[in-house]
């Protein structure tokens, strides 16, 4: 790969190719020839050396130098065991909708992410956060910073590709899903990597440091009160969630990786209203609203006070439920590929999806995954109309088109559709 910095006094970088026995990435350094006077310019306020008469300077780029070493490997593991310990998500009283939609998810990422959208104060956060405790593990390759799938090559980094290519042994490991965060103030570089070209022009190599979506990648990325998010940082997620990559461009230096996620996002209405098609690239919606009953407020403050007193000793009184909960999503996971769906319930789900005029197939699609992980997570081979009225309203009320004349909640809409269709 070529690429010029500048317009008539250009630095031009030319890669060259990787010997077949090498395993780690080559650095080649600024070629200069003995005997031959340089002087020196200056590039985005960075010095390399110029032969003097002439404008060029090549220097060689290889692959991207972005493996984790064995210490950190293990430094992130201690960093994990040490962190503060997170609310049981069995623990989590009442808001059954939002709870439904997040561990559907987990059962099949394909589904697309869930929004959740409801008053401040009523567990939103909470409940995500707690879901890292439930999390199956997957296969890695280890040392890698995108999570590389080692049978998957479309879920690969470049360096794990290419060393599958040239027959090398690729070192697996088991790991759990990994839920990243993603701060409202974060900046771009932070969210999608970035590349140090002081290093690309004085060392030749494409040293890329990864970002949020890298470490996202076959995990979850969380964004809390996305509907505050920067315009900049939705575009980003817009064009990762559309494509499963990340591509970064710096001085006409372009990474790619993969960034495969499942996307969750928070928020509370009264704060700011979601852009559309954002809010299209979620698969499910939930409502989330206040308790009003006030033996359940009791409940969830008392459980709350427990927590804060003693975080270890409260989160072992919910082991047991924990670990049910825990196996019941690793066997809905298993068994999701042999559940079955009859061809007329998905023209009935189509019916629906066309008379409540849905924009696009995906309302369709997210549908049918669904009501499938939702028969899964109840241990059946076999979707029932009773799986599809529990999980449409959530895939189908944020694609209907906004009426501000309409007082009718869209998911009550949903639910009249769906009764009308399928009795």
């Known amino acids: 790969m070529a690429a010029v910095l500048g317009t008539s006094s250009a630095a031009v970088l030319a890669s060259r190719p990787l010997s077949s026995h090498s395993s780690k990435s080559q650095i080649h350094s600024l070629s200069t020839n003995p005997g031959q006077s340089y002087g020196r310019k200056f590039y985005g306020g960075i010095s390399v050396p110029v032969k003097k008469g002439r404008s060029k300077v090549r220097v060689a780029i290889s692959n991207v130098a972005t493996e984790i070493s064995p210490a950190q490997e293990q430094a992130r593991k201690l960093a994990s065991e040490s962190q503060r310990p997170v609310y049981p998500f069995s623990a989590i009283v009442g808001q059954d909708e939002m709870k439904l939609c997040l561990l559907l998810n987990v059962i099949d990422p394909k589904i697309g992410g869930v929004m959740i959208m409801g008053d401040r104060g009523t567990g939103k956060s909470t409940t995500v956060r707690s879901l890292v405790d439930l999390l199956p593990e997957i296969i890695v390759v280890s040392g890698d910073p995108f999570n590389s799938d080692p049978e998957d090559p479309e879920s690969m980094g470049m360096e794990v590709r290419e060393k599958l ?3 090398d042994e690729l070192p697996v490991m088991m790991t759990k899903i990994n839920m990243v965060d993603l701060p409202l103030g974060a900046t771009e570089d932070r969210v999608c990597g970035t590349i140090d070209i ?3 022009l004085t060392e030749g190599v494409k040293a890329f440091e ?3 979506l890298a470490k996202a990648n076959r995990g979850i990325l969380y964004v809390d009160e996305v509907n505050l998010l920067d315009d900049h940082l939705v ?8 494509s499963g990559w990340n ?3 710096r001085e006409g230096i372009s990474i790619s990786h993969p960034a495969r996620f499942i996307l969750i996002g928070s928020g509370n209405p009264e704060e700011g209203e979601l852009r559309p098609q954002l809010l299209d690239r979620f698969g499910m919606h939930a409502q989330v609203g206040t308790v009003r009953d006030a033996e359940l407020r009791v409940k969830i403050v008392e459980e709350r006070a427990r927590f804060d007193k003693n975080p270890k000793e ?3 009184s919910y082991k047991a439920e924990q670990d049910k909960l825990q196996e019941q999503i690793s066997s809905a996971r298993n068994s999701l590929s042999s559940v079955q769906m009859d061809r007329d319930l998905q023209v009935k789900i189509s019916k629906v999806c066309a008379e409540l005029n849905v924009d696009g197939l995906r309302g369709d699609i997210v549908t049918n995954r669904a009501a499938k992980a939702l028969a899964a997570l109840k241990g059946r081979e076999e979707v ?3 799986d599809i009225a529990t999980v449409i309203p959530n895939c189908l009320r944020h694609r209907l088109r906004k009426d501000p004349l309409e007082s009718i909640d869209s998911g009550l ?3 009249e559709k769906f009764y009308e269709v399928f009795s």
């Open 165 to 167: 290519v040239r027959g």
């Open 198 to 200: 002081e290093k690309a």
């Open 210 to 212: 990864p970002g949020l």
């Open 235 to 242: 575009d980003v997620l817009l064009d990762s969630a559309a």
């Open 247 to 249: 591509t970064v461009e």
């Open 314 to 316: 409260f989160r072992d």
């Open 384 to 386: 029932t109309s009773e």
């Open 413 to 415: 809409l949903v639910i």
